[in-house]
């Protein structure tokens, strides 16, 4: 139910580079820190799902929702996301709920370079992407593995996994690049109810009888 451009606003955030990390601990494409990212998604000694495109994009959608919710005006909602919610907020209540208005009038001395171009950077790639055969005539689009998104019914040992059923170990976590280190040495199992992406001709029948 959102704009389809906010798609490309990990463009700005990341490069869409999901291993992506700031120096100020932000995380994945959508550049999540750790306490925004709490309120939406599980960071713990097995997984860090600001590196799981699915859920860390799901977690985005809410976060810009409830932006736009609170602001009333998708550049401050935009805005909000780089400089925070409470910042756009103030801002919105000393120069009104306009997104021109508050880059104009606005003199926070935290409210700098990268929050007051976040949005235009953001303009600027929604324009590249409505216009790209202007812009990049020569490039072709880039196909893209087909991953089975499988849910494990038990506490599940991916090593072992991958060896009982064929599966490289390299490719796999690939795939699943928010697993931690210690789900990849084997030493801490991924538990029921988790997710994990199986390269699309994975055989499904073994998985499930492992």
Not at 2 to 7: D, M, Q, R, S
Not at 20 to 32: D, E, K, L, N, P
Not at 125 to 141: C, G, H, T
């Amino acid at each position: 139910g959102l704009p389809e451009e906010l798609a490309y606003l990990p463009h700005v955030e990341s490069s869409f580079n999901p291993m992506a990390r700031s120096h100020a601990g932000a995380a994945g494409i959508w550049q999540f820190m750790p306490k925004t990212a709490r309120m939406f998604m599980k960071i713990n000694a097995v997984v860090d799902e600001r590196y799981d495109i699915n859920v860390s994009t799901k977690a985005a959608c809410a976060l810009l929702q409830m932006n736009y919710k609170e602001t009333g005006d998708w550049g401050l909602a935009i805005t909000a996301y780089n400089h925070g919610l409470n910042g756009m907020l103030r801002a919105a209540e000393q120069c009104g709920r306009n997104y021109l208005e508050v880059r104009r009038k606005y003199t926070s001395p935290t409210f700098q370079f990268a929050s007051k171009n976040f949005y235009p950077e953001f303009l600027a790639a929604v324009e590249i992407m409505r216009n790209l055969p202007d812009y990049f005539p020569s490039l072709k689009p880039e196909k893209l593995p087909s991953v089975i998104r499988y849910t494990v019914k038990k506490p599940t040992n991916l090593p072992l996994l991958a060896r009982r059923c064929t599966i490289d170990l390299q490719a796999l976590r690939e795939l699943n690049p928010a697993y931690t280190q210690k789900v990849w040495q084997g030493r801490v199992p991924v538990p029921a109810g988790y997710a994990v992406n199986l390269p699309g001709n994975v055989n499904v029948a073994a998985v499930n009888s492992f």
